[in-house]
């Protein structure tokens, strides 16, 4: 047992080294395909014994066969974070792994494009580890309004966490936010009911994270129904639950004054101040500072920060996401959520302000949410 162990830890070591010299020269060159061979030699060992080599990524563990792994150093680092950005946290390598095979997936997963393609004898794909093992044996429409209601706010308590963590001087937790998204985006795959997954917030003080919650959802909704692929799905999620990051880097005595002029104006710096963190952060989506930016423009062009191009137009994950912004703020705010009903709010929203919105979105979003109030 201590020496497959071993043998374990020598092939995961290889594959990463190979891993991070295919990154740093390229597929073809003579050190990659050294290590892989390697590597493969070693794998066919462990195979002899075993039906395969599960591989599972865990928050910031890596665990093999359930086993965690220790002090994997840099290319266990670099290893882990090149696995969360391409969307999966499950690679099993089955009896019968082709050096082919594994020569693919090593290169597949140094590219900087999207995703992993899952081959004959490798399959790849998402574990959620963050969902309660009732919601994993159950997943579908079965859940009642209790659970639904414990799950959302579970996962606005992680918003919440993740949203105290960010500062200028700590590293971003890119993980946690991919993970959050990734539990929605099930939920809305397994059909829930939309309007069950976004609250109304408990507090003033619990009101930006609950609100980066209910926008991410609406905005995963919007895209879902748009025909989103899940690997956008994530990276537009990702930018929807960050959308107002630049909120938390202002002043707190600022937003605490948010009614005055004074702080108006200086409220209005936060798309600016939010766009330059997330454009720092590495291993982000490059969809986040866009957003980030650009959530408060409107689709003909006003709005703020004012764009220094004329012909600039926002980016449609940015249109999505106002649309989701504005949607959740007529829901939130006392006044429309005692006088408004969603349909009244989706009516709302394609006559208050003509060139706010992208018309096809706004009609988009309102068969869609029609279709789940039916």
């Known amino acids: 047992m201590r020496n497959n162990m071993e043998t374990l830890k020598r092939f995961l070591s290889i594959f990463m080294y190979a891993l991070s010299n295919c990154m740093l020269y390229s597929k073809d060159h003579a050190s990659v395909n050294e290590l892989t061979k390697k590597a493969f030699s070693l794998l066919n060992e462990l195979l002899q014994e075993s039906d395969g080599i599960e591989i599972l990524i865990v928050e910031d563990d890596l665990i093999i066969n359930k086993n965690p792994m220790r002090e994997m150093g ?72 209790e659970d639904l209601s414990k799950f959302t706010s579970e996962q606005i308590e992680r918003v919440k966490e993740e ?12 993980a946690g936010f991919e993970e959050m998204v990734m539990n929605f985006i099930i939920m809305l795959q397994k059909k829930v009911n939309i309007l069950k997954l976004i609250k109304p917030p408990r507090s003033f003080h619990e009101y930006s994270y ?58 209005k710096l936060h798309p600016l101040y939010g766009a330059q963190y997330l454009a720092g952060v590495e291993g982000l989506t490059r969809l986040a500072p866009i957003a980030a930016f650009e959530h408060h423009l409107r689709y003909d062009g006003k709005g ?16 999505i996401i106002a649309i989701s912004d504005f949607f959740d703020t007529l829901r939130s705010t006392s006044l429309y959520r005692t006088s408004l009903g969603v349909k009244e709010m989706l009516s709302l929203m394609k006559t208050k302000d003509e060139g706010a919105f992208n ?12 279709l789940a109030l039916s």
């Open 74 to 145: 840099i290319h266990g680092e670099n290893f882990i974070r090149r696995i969360k950005r391409k969307g999966i946290s499950h690679i099993h390598l089955l009896r019968g792994v082709t050096h082919s095979e594994l020569n693919r997936l090593i290169v597949d997963i140094a590219a900087t494009k999207e995703g992993i393609k899952s081959y004959p004898h490798i399959k790849t794909g998402v574990v959620d580890v963050h969902i309660s093992n009732a919601f994993i044996e159950g997943l579908g429409n079965g859940f009642d309004d």
């Open 163 to 174: 949203y105290n963590r960010i500062s200028p001087f700590k590293k971003f937790n890119v």
């Open 210 to 267: 609950t609100h980066a919650a209910n926008v991410a959802v609406l905005t995963l909704f919007q895209a879902e129904a748009l025909g989103v692929q899940e690997d956008m799905l994530r990276d537009i999620g990702i930018a929807a639950v960050l959308h107002d990051v630049g909120k938390v880097l202002l002043p707190e005595d600022v937003t605490n004054r948010e009614g005055s002029p004074a702080g108006e104006e200086t409220i």
């Open 304 to 319: 703020y920060p004012a764009l220094k191009t004329a012909n600039k137009k926002q980016h449609m994950c940015s249109q």
């Open 359 to 370: 018309p096809f979105l706004v009609n988009s979003f309102t068969r869609a949410m029609y």
